[in-house]
């Protein structure tokens, strides 16, 4: 073998290796979604806060329970000087010598106490109150985030059947275009045709070639994209096909725009907000009233050598109250109250967002549809032209700029074509996502 071939084919041999290398995998798309919300690491971002603030709820109910708390001291004494006296037991007289004093070298104390609250301003219900409600503001959101995330899986499928589409067409035009070229060649040489003619069929095959380059960049762009989305290997190229759709995708009823809202989770975790800010209004509020507790204990005590003391039991009832509450907290009310003011205006601003949006994604939708029938029924029209002036051509009826340019059309019809179809599925899929339907339409759990 040559030198020369053999430099050609090392680079051909690793392409087909490479290409061989790639896994291409046929995935619906209610299973791509359903990897993308399980693996997604903002998925699980979002599920672990909306752990998070369970574990917070569970901490706020802990404190309906008495404290009960148990301590212990043993104490070594160096020969501490211990005197008792009494009134009975003074001596007046100077001259009397005083008692000795015990031994004492040693202290043992043992308490056992218990708080039980009962009343704090209903501090402790509002409390409870007004994490159930963040709890479930989390959650809400972290169902928003996979339906966002389901979404973004949709778009990246009518990506990629567009792009994958336009190098299936853009390989049978350039076959095509290249055959032309091979015709042209042998028919310059035999002097049937002008040269010039020639050149503009190169040109148009050279067209050709880029616009596949591109279109195959894109493939490789956007399913990288997917699969990275996904967390599959990076040699996995996934094919995209209408078999990859809901077949009754266009049978799903669309809800109104009051049930829209409703079903929206965005809109429902800023509800749940709200209804926990004004919870902590009340919270802020139970500052202003005293705490009342119910209270027990039992103590032991044992100084060496000079008192003991065993079952010494206590039950009783404090009572609090931070005078300076009546002046201070008058801000933290104030505070709580401008925080709920802000979820309000947030949920406004989400709503007139939320009906925007539903407005939109209808118009786009039926926008959609009409553009499919017309690029649907222009594919036959360029199908058509081309033949005719093909047969033009061929009878000398027509000149190369007029073949060259109803091959292009033709061309362009059909591409439109398959932009059309994935458009009319992503704008419909875009009107379940917001109208809250989404991951309901694609029965994900």
Known sequence: MKISNLILAVPLFFGIVSANAQQKTSLSLHDAVQMAITKNEEVLLADAKAQTKEYDLGVVKNNRYPDFKLSGQYLRLTNADVKLKSSNEASTDPNEEPASSPKVNQLILAQANANMPIFSGFKLKHSI?????????????????????????????????????????????????????????????????????????????SRIQLSLDDAEKNVRIINYNLITLLKLSPETMIEVSPDNLDPDLFSKTIKSEAEA?????????????????????????????????????????DLQNVVRVENAMNIGVGLSYNLSSLFKNSKDVKAARSRSEEVKLQQT??????????????????????????????????????RIVKDKYDNGLSDTNDLLEA???????????????????????????????????????
Do not use: C, H, W
């Open 349 to 386: 601003i989400l709503t007139d967002r939320i009906k925007s949006q539903i407005v939109e994604a209808q118009e786009d939708y039926d926008l959609s549809v009409k553009q499919n029938k017309v690029y649907s029924e222009a594919v036959d029209q360029a199908g058509e032209n081309f």
């Open 261 to 301: 809202l409703s079903n929206r989770k965005d809109l429902e975790a800023l509800d749940f907000e709200q209804k926990a800010t004004e919870a902590n209004i009340k919270v802020a509020k139970s500052n202003y009233y005293p705490s009342l507790s119910l209270v027990g204990g039992y103590a032991f005590i």
């Open 129 to 205: 109150t007004a994490s159930e409600n963040f709890y479930k503001a989390e959650k809400a959101n972290a169902q928003y985030t996979k339906e966002e995330t389901a979404m973004r899986v949709v778009q990246y499928y009518a990506e990629l059947y567009k792009a994958q589409k336009s190098v299936e067409l853009l390989k049978e035009s350039l076959k095509s275009s290249q055959q032309r070229v091979t015709d042209f060649t042998a028919m310059e040489k035999n002097g049937i045709i002008a040269r010039n003619d020639l050149l503009k069929s190169q040109l148009q095959e």
């Open 407 to 445: 091959d292009v059309e033709d061309l362009t019809a059909k591409i439109n074509q398959a932009y059309a179809k994935a458009n009319m599925v992503l704008k419909y899929y875009e009107l379940l996502d917001a109208t809250g339907q989404l991951t309901q339409s694609l029965n994900l759990n």
